[in-house]
C-alpha cells in the first residue's frame, strides 16, 4: 500500500490565484482530514469528511473548499490564495473517526507570494 | 479536550532510554492520552495512545499516572532517527471525527 500520497510536494503562488491540493489513500479509510501547519507551530484542521459526499468545516476552514466524490480522494481546494494560506498543508486518513489512529501523507509545502 | 503541556526541548544520547512527559492535569475520565511524532518534514507518525493502564507496543512505551494528570512516554533504546517533535494529544474521540488538536510538542534530539 502506498497509504496517503499528496501531490504537488512543493508549489509557488501568486496572490489571488487558485490551485487544486490532491490527496488519495488506498487504505479503504472512510475518514479523510486537512490539516495545516504554519512555521514552528501545530497543526490545525481545515476540514474533514466521513466518507463520500459528506464533509464538514475544522477549525479554520475559510478560505478553502473540499470536495469527497469517492473514498479514495479529497481534494483542497484554495480561491483567491492570499499570503496567510503560506503554510505546509497535511492530508490524513483513519478507518472511522473516533480514536482510530489517523495516518498522514507526506505533505504540500505551499508559499504564496 | 484537555490542554497537554510539555517541555519545548529534550535531548537524550543514543541507546539510552527517552523519557517525555506530559501534564495533561485538566485531562477528564473519558479523554485518551495520544502520542504522535513528526521527523523533520515529514506527516506526523502515530505512536502509541492509552486510558489508565500503561501501555506498550513495539515503537514504545506510555506509563500514565494513577490521578491521569500526567505521563510519560518512553523510548527504551533511543537512535538517530528518533529525533523528531513529539505530540503528546488529549482526545476523546467521541467526536463525528477523530479530533486531534496538535500543540506545539517536545523536540527531541538524539545524540551519538
Known amino acids: 500500500n502506498a497509504g496517503v500520497t499528496q501531490t504537488p510536494k512543493f508549489r509557488i503562488l501568486k496572490i489571488g490565484q487558485s490551485m487544486t491540493l490532491q490527496c488519495t489513500q488506498d487504505?479503504?479509510?472512510?475518514?479523510m482530514y486537512w490539516y495545516r501547519q504554519d512555521p514552528g507551530m501545530g497543526l490545525k484542521l481545515i476540514y474533514y469528511s466521513v466518507g463520500a459526499g459528506i464533509t464538514d468545516k475544522g477549525e479554520v476552514p475559510n478560505g478553502y473548499n473540499v470536495s469527497r466524490s469517492t473514498t479514495e480522494d479529497f481534494p483542497l481546494r484554495l480561491e483567491l490564495a492570499a499570503p496567510s494560506q503560506t503554510s505546509v498543508y497535511f492530508c490524513?486518513?483513519?478507518?472511522?473517526?473516533?480514536?482510530?489512529?489517523?495516518?498522514f501523507g507526506p505533505g504540500t509545502r505551499l508559499t504564496v507570494l | 479536550d484537555a490542554k497537554t503541556t510539555q517541555p519545548t526541548s529534550m535531548d537524550c544520547a543514543e541507546g539510552r532510554a527517552a523519557n517525555l512527559p506530559c501534564n495533561h492535569s485538566?485531562?477528564?475520565?473519558?479523554?485518551?492520552v495520544y502520542w504522535y511524532r513528526q521527523i523533520h518534514s515529514q506527516g506526523p507518525q502515530y505512536i502509541i495512545h492509552g486510558l489508565k493502564n500503561n501501555e506498550t507496543n513495539e515503537m514504545a512505551s506510555l506509563i500514565i499516572t494513577e490521578d491521569r494528570k500526567s505521563s510519560t512516554l518512553i523510548l527504551p533504546h533511543a537512535t538517530l532517527r528518533d529525533t523528531a517533535v513529539y505530540y503528546c494529544i488529549g482526545s476523546t474521540g467521541g467526536t463525528s471525527y477523530g479530533k486531534l488538536t496538535f500543540g506545539q510538542g517536545t523536540i527531541l534530539t538524539v545524540h551519538p
Open positions: 485538566t485531562i477528564s475520565g473519558n479523554e485518551y
Open positions: 487504505m479503504n479509510h472512510n475518514y
Open positions: 490524513a486518513s483513519s478507518l472511522a473517526g473516533g480514536l482510530y489512529t489517523q495516518y
